[in-house]
Nanobody, 115 residues
Framework: QVHMVESGGGLVQAGGSLRLSCAAS????????MAWYRQAPGKQSELVAY???????DYADSVKGRFTISRDNAKNTVYLQMNSLKPEDTAVYYC?????????WGQGTPVSVSS
């Protein structure tokens, strides 16, 4: 059974940084592309960033140059380093397999950025 545990969220002022972590289990982690998603209150969920099994990465335009996704296959963990945070980054952040439907996501970790 696929299981993701996200952590690292919190309250931060605009311009600050946070590092999110996601521990995965129930999958062959190293051969799967992993992604971070987010959902802000009253808005649809969106793909924030993903990292392939070859460590290639891509980002939503809104976070390019500010966020960095990385992975540690030895720890079955994917990270999201978020710098220069903006109030519009406020959302619950989820990690899962790239392309995983919303119904399969876990609890996520909330990020709140104050202005």
């Amino acid at each position: 059974q696929v299981h993701m545990v996200e952590s690292g969220g919190g309250l931060v002022q605009a311009g600050g940084s946070l590092r999110l972590s996601c521990a995965a289990s129930g999958i062959d982690f190293s051969v799967n592309a992993m992604a971070w998603y987010r959902q802000a209150p009253g808005k649809q969920s969106e793909l924030v960033a993903y990292i392939g099994e070859d460590f290639s990465t891509d980002y939503a335009d809104s976070v390019k140059g500010r966020f960095t996704i990385s992975r540690d296959n030895a720890k079955n963990t994917v990270y999201l380093q978020m710098n220069s945070l903006k109030p519009e980054d406020t959302a619950v952040y989820y990690c899962n397999l790239l392309g995983s439907p919303r119904r399969n996501w876990g609890q996520g970790t909330p990020v709140s950025v104050s202005s």
